[in-house]
């Protein structure tokens, strides 16, 4: 578990709290979408499945699928089902820690859908 900075200030007598968490954080979404975009999009545009459309990225998919977290998001990437290459190994460009910061986007941004 991550953990949160807080700042505290004094303005004109009120007590203003500021929590740092989303700063640190915003790096490694904007990463992860950055990677989505550029090697995943192609067949998951908009959080879809160009290939297999039982299978997009959308929250009710993915938990139809016993795909309902990062981690395991991650490990799908790293060792997929048919119709999808494998994008972490050792002669592929992306790291887990690049996947690992794909399956945070994919959760942050098509948990809603």
């Not at 048919?82 to 820690?97: A, F, I, Q």
Request: aromatic share 4%; glycine share 8%; with cysteine.
């Amino acid at each position: 578990m991550k953990k949160r900075a807080i700042a505290c200030c004094l303005l004109a007598g009120t007590m203003c709290v500021v929590t740092l968490a989303k700063a640190q954080e915003e790096p490694a979404f904007a990463s992860g979408k950055r990677l989505f975009e550029k090697h995943c999009a192609v067949c998951h545009p908009n959080g879809g499945n160009v290939v297999n459309p039982k299978k997009t990225l959308k929250k009710k998919d993915r938990d139809a699928n016993g795909i309902s977290s990062a981690d395991k998001l991650t490990g799908y990437m790293m060792n997929p089902g048919p119709g999808m290459p494998r994008l972490v190994h050792e002669d592929r460009e992306l790291t887990k820690e690049q996947a690992e910061s794909i399956a945070a986007y994919i959760i942050e941004t098509f948990n809603g859908q």
